[in-house]
């Protein structure tokens, strides 16, 4: 089960507390408590940059605070892990062929099985949307059913219904796995009709309104406005 934990955020930091010490090779590292996911800039000169050059600025310049972005993990069976097994598993790496799909394992599933196209999954989720600060639009452990037990999101993989960015993650994770996956916009939502889809209205309006947002698109920002953050972990796998 995965447990969010806060720290605050700050920029051309990427460095987390203990039990983790994350590292990517493209981000900064300092030692503190903040993570932060920064966009290279070059600085021209001193001169004062006026109000009317910040849209125009905005692109070059985007740096993506995230607060609450951090989780503690208490997985229950972690005794039983092997020592392979056992987190933290400290740097972000790119899958292979996967246009971009970043990802970080935080604990190793155990078996020999992945999912493969037609297998029905069941997942848990942190979604976060990194254009807002790393905002918490959705989380499978708020999905409560009659009992009040959190309901997992359920899938069939290679459907088409759910977005590329957690399709691509989940077909190399093994169950009891859990990976923190950074999702750029052309694995993200390419619709309002893609799963998974929050639940709450407004949580939902305020998703798509930001994805989607046509004078910010126009503006050339839409390779920063749909990237998603995920913490994912694999809860069941069923073949069909």
């Known amino acids: 089960m995965i447990t969010e934990r806060c720290y605050s955020a700050s920029a051309t930091c990427a ?11 493209n981000f900064k590292h300092q030692p503190c408590n903040k993570f932060t996911l920064c966009s290279a800039t070059s600085s021209s000169s001193s001169t004062t940059i006026s109000i009317t050059k910040r849209r125009s600025l905005y692109v070059s310049l985007i740096c993506i605070n995230f607060s609450s972005f951090i989780f503690s993990l208490a997985p229950a069976s972690s005794s039983s892990l092997s020592p392979s097994s056992k987190f933290p598993i400290s740097e972000f790496y790119e899958l292979p062929n996967s246009s971009g799909l970043k990802v970080l394992d935080l ?11 037609g297998d029905k999954v069941a997942i848990h989720y942190y979604g976060r949307l990194a ?19 959190p309901n997992p999101f359920v899938f069939v993989l290679g459907s088409g219904k759910v977005i590329d960015g957690i399709e691509i993650a989940v ?4 169950v009891g796995g859990i990976r923190r996956v950074i999702i750029p916009p052309s694995l993200g939502y390419q619709s309002t009709s893609q799963e998974p889809i929050p639940p709450n209205f407004f949580d939902r309006q305020r998703l798509f309104t930001t994805i989607f947002n046509p004078t910010r698109l126009a ?8 990237t998603l953050i995920f913490d994912i972990e694999l809860v069941s796998l069923r073949h069909q």
Do not use: C
């Open 15 to 25: 460095s987390f507390s203990p039990p983790y010490i994350i590292r990517d090779n």
């Open 107 to 117: 604990l190793l599933g155990s078996g020999d099985e992945v999912p493969s196209d």
């Open 131 to 149: 254009a807002k600060q790393g905002w918490r639009f959705d989380s499978t452990y708020d999905h409560k059913d009659e009992n009040g037990d």
């Open 171 to 174: 077909r190399s994770m093994k």
């Open 219 to 226: 503006n050339g920002e839409g390779s920063t406005l749909g």
